[in-house]
């Protein structure tokens, strides 16, 4: 089992998983956050939020300038410990990807709509975020996110046609993410690896949690999962079969989250 004295990293969900997922509160995790900060442990947010939504949280959590991966791996960020170059030199950014869209919808006629087409009021009916916090996921740099509203057999041809402009979708929650392909949680999080440096020169060991099926191939890449309860129908299906490495909680979000270190992490 690893200890905070080794050369540790944490990398969580955020929604459902560190945060509560109806009250977004993290009091349960918060005696957990204090002991990682103060063993300097690094807790890297890896979620699909924006950098504009996980740099203000990052401060409200105590764990400013860690590094983060934000928009469901689009976006990978060495906080204050390193530089760390693009996943995709030659990817597509927001603008250029919704331009893509844009050119896709008008010359082929598909249905669907993002938020780059409507404005916070819409984005924050869609979520329930408030309209101030919807204007931060409005904030992209690096995925689209969308709602389809077209045919199964257009959906593939769209896909089909992405594919061809070497973007990718992933599913989420509530919406489809259109990003550069070769981008998502896990190739993120392999790059973020090789940018930091860690403790005395020692591989990352690394701990995941997480509660929704898309954090699924993050948990799978982590040398130890959590997967902690969630609210989702659809169950987290691990390919990784090192059940000693893998621990489901019986707690949902933050009571879970610390529940999964506790499990793992020898106390002293
Ligand atoms: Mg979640």
Redesign the pocket.
Known sequence: MPTVQDPLMIVT?????LLDHHTYGWEPAQSWLDRLNAADVPVVICSSKTAAEIVPLQQALGISGAPWIGENGAVVNGGDVSEVPPLIPDGKDYPAICQTLAQLRNQQGFKFIGFADVTEKEVSEWTGLTPADAALAKDRQGSESIIWRDSQENFDRFQQALKEQRLALIQGGRFWHVMNEGSGKATALAWLLKHIPSRAGQPWITLGL???PN?APMLDSTDYAVVIK?YNNTPVTLSRRDEARIYRCALYGPEGWSEGLTWFLAQE
């Open positions: 969900d955020l929604d459902g998983s997480g509660d929704g954090d969630g």
